[in-house]
């Protein structure tokens, strides 16, 4: 996608990777810049490993730190998983639901906010397993967001994708997060090993179901930024576009709707 040309106003932000960039120069740098200076950027991070039992890597986040200031990123957040055990997992994997993890979750992002001097959003993920489990991955997530006082990056496939293999409801999930923590949105496609389980990936269009989750997301929190994932079987740039587009479609309705609401008032 390196080589297309994405036009201005094609699409309201972007986001990448912070591991990716850190420390790229030449040509490469050089076209980041480019992209940095002519639209807003939000970091999503895959390293940060919050969840694990080592030290945070203070290092990485000093990285992170000079990098949003470089490049005037408007947000950094990270998975609420982790990806280390004395050395990279190359996985996200899921923290155990308990309350003791709540608060080692909670510190370690109290520490990389501090040294960010910033909030940080932390994703709600994926997960297919739910070891040594004491609460639920609602009553999970909203603890963390509270005791850590951070913000939310709400993840409307991973809420589709979790309801169908964990059986639980996706609407409740969603009425029952605190909107004013929800700092932005992703959405994205995912795969069906079965009826019963799916799997987040990424490699897909968003699916029917998804859409309609994300308009109920809007309906209940907001409109907000919105990021379409796509990590692989990337299509055409015009293709793509579309699917930005039909996000672009549902959070018009739904500013329309409000603008009617408050022009009655």
Request: glycine residues 6%; proline residues 5%; negative net charge.
């Given at each position: 996608m390196m080589?297309?040309v994405?036009?201005s106003?094609?699409?309201?932000?972007?986001?990448?990777?912070?591991?990716?960039?850190?420390?790229?120069?030449?040509?490469y740098?050089?076209?980041?810049?480019?992209y940095?200076?002519?639209?807003?950027?939000?970091?999503h991070?895959?390293?940060?490993?919050?969840?694990?039992?080592?030290?945070?890597?203070?290092?990485?986040?000093?990285?992170?730190?000079?990098?949003?200031?470089e490049?005037?990123?408007?947000?950094?957040?990270?998975?609420l998983?982790?990806?280390?055990?004395?050395?990279h997992?190359y996985?996200?994997?899921?923290?155990?639901?308990?309350?003791?993890?709540?608060?080692?979750?909670?510190?370690?992002?109290?520490?990389?906010q501090d040294?960010?001097?910033?909030?940080i959003?932390?994703?709600?993920?994926?997960?297919?397993a739910?070891p040594?489990?004491?609460?639920?991955?609602l009553?999970?997530?909203?603890?963390?967001?509270?005791?850590?006082?951070?913000?939310?990056?709400?993840?409307?496939?991973?809420?589709?994708?979790?309801?169908?293999n964990?059986?639980?409801?996706?609407?409740?999930?969603?009425?029952?997060?605190?909107?004013?923590r929800v700092?932005?949105?992703?959405?994205?496609?995912?795969?069906?090993?079965a009826?019963?389980?799916?799997?987040?990936?990424?490699?897909?269009?968003?699916?029917?179901?998804?859409?309609?989750?994300?308009?109920?997301a809007?309906?209940?929190?907001g409109?907000?930024?919105?990021?379409?994932?796509r990590?692989?079987?990337?299509?055409?740039?015009?293709q793509?576009?579309?699917?930005?587009?039909?996000?672009?479609?549902i959070?018009?309705?739904?500013l329309?709707e409000?603008?009617?609401?408050?022009?009655?008032?």
């Amino acid at each position: 996608m390196m080589g297309e040309v994405l036009q201005s106003g094609a699409v309201d932000f972007l986001e990448v990777a912070p591991e990716n960039w850190i420390g790229v120069g030449g040509r490469y740098g050089r076209w980041f810049r480019d992209y940095t200076e002519r639209f807003p950027f939000m970091l999503h991070g895959l390293s940060l490993s919050i969840g694990a039992a080592e030290p945070l890597d203070m290092e990485l986040v000093g990285s992170i730190k000079q990098f949003i200031r470089e490049h005037g990123i408007r947000c950094y957040s990270e998975h609420l998983s982790y990806c280390s055990d004395r050395g990279h997992l190359y996985d996200l994997l899921p923290i155990p639901f308990t309350s003791e993890a709540v608060m080692h979750v909670a510190e370690r992002i109290r520490i990389v906010q501090d040294v960010l001097g910033e909030r940080i959003a932390m994703e709600n993920v994926s997960y297919y397993a739910a070891p040594g489990q004491e609460m639920s991955e609602l009553a999970f997530l909203k603890a963390v967001l509270a005791e850590a006082d951070c913000d939310l990056l709400l993840d409307v496939n991973n809420i589709y994708v979790n309801a169908i293999n964990h059986r639980y409801d996706p609407l409740e999930f969603l009425r029952e997060l605190p909107t004013k923590r929800v700092r932005y949105i992703h959405v994205a496609g995912h795969y069906d090993e079965a009826d019963d389980l799916k799997v987040d990936t990424h490699g897909a269009p968003v699916i029917d179901p998804v859409w309609q989750l994300l308009d109920k997301a809007y309906e209940i929190h907001g409109v907000l930024p919105t990021l379409l994932e796509r990590d692989f079987n990337i299509p055409p740039l015009p293709q793509l576009l579309e699917e930005v587009g039909q996000i672009k479609t549902i959070q018009a309705a739904h500013l329309i709707e409000e603008h009617y609401v408050l022009s009655s008032r």
